[in-house]
């Protein structure tokens, strides 16, 4: 074999490709051993792909500048989805505790690595900086808007198993829920506030599409009123504590220009 053949690629050098090619591998047996296939797993194999993709695309730019910054954003918000992705799973209940533990474990080191990477890009190091990684909790989930949107998930849950509504419903339940959680993650971990906005605001609009199905059930007779009143009220509550964040957001951005 050539020298040449030998030689590793720039981003195949740092530490954290190979904890991130690891972290892959893991939440490919996750999602390959989960109880069911949903749209969760879906988002968590593209996430995780999004992570490769940006770090080796920022890895290829100059030190210090704004495209190289943009590309470790990508990743790192890549990451949020991934655990949000893994938190749907567990409020789904197609994976247990264990394989949910293990896989935001590793997404948080990958998290902790990037950040050490952007810093380092910052300040021109040369060296590939490790953050302090802690507990395995992921920002975002100290938010109420996710705490609430998590709890939708588990009522859906509940409610679809009991219900068992036609397929195409089930989809788009699966579908706006699953996207109100995501969203809310994924813009948390962005840098700008129009981006996390944009996001926030996405999940918002999830957030609505899961109070037309539900109103649309009823309307059919597929339901009672009383039945979705507290699946609506999750809804409702999500939504105006997304407006609210939006708006001191966008205050905050206001008062520090």
């Known amino acids: 074999m050539s020298k040449q053949a030998n030689q590793k690629l720039p981003h195949e050098r740092l530490d954290i490709y190979g904890v991130y090619l690891e972290t892959a591998s893991l939440c490919a047996d996750i999602a390959a051993n989960a109880a069911c ?30 495209a190289r910054a943009n590309y470790l954003d990508v990743a790192i918000g890549s990451t949020h989805e991934c655990a949000a992705a893994l938190d749907v799973c567990l409020a789904r209940r197609v994976v247990n505790e ?25 300040s021109r190091a040369v060296r590939e900086e490790h953050a302090p990684y802690g507990t395995s909790m992921f920002p975002f989930a100290s938010l109420d808007m996710y705490q609430v949107s998590l709890s939708g998930v588990g009522w859906i849950q509940q409610f679809v198993d009991e219900l068992a509504p036609r397929p195409r419903t089930q989809r788009k339940l699966d579908t706006s829920t699953t996207g109100t959680v995501l969203n809310i993650a994924e813009g948390h971990g962005r840098e700008t506030v129009a981006d996390q906005n944009r996001f926030i605001k996405m999940a918002q609009e999830h957030a609505y599409q899961t109070l037309l199905m539900l109103d649309l059930m009823a309307a059919r007779n597929e339901t009672t009123p009383s039945r979705i009143a507290e699946g609506k009220a999750i809804q409702v509550r999500v939504i105006t504590m997304i407006h609210v964040w939006c708006e001191r957001n966008e205050q905050r951005n206001d008062q520090q220009l």
């Open 98 to 122: 264990s394989s949910h533990t293990s896989g935001t474990q590793k997404l948080w080191r990958i998290r902790g690595m990037l950040l050490g990477l952007k810093r380092a890009s910052i």
């Open 37 to 66: 296939q949903i749209l969760a797993l879906d988002h968590l194999d593209r996430a995780m792909e999004s992570i490769g993709v940006n770090l080796m695309r920022g890895n290829g730019q100059p030190a210090g500048s704004a």
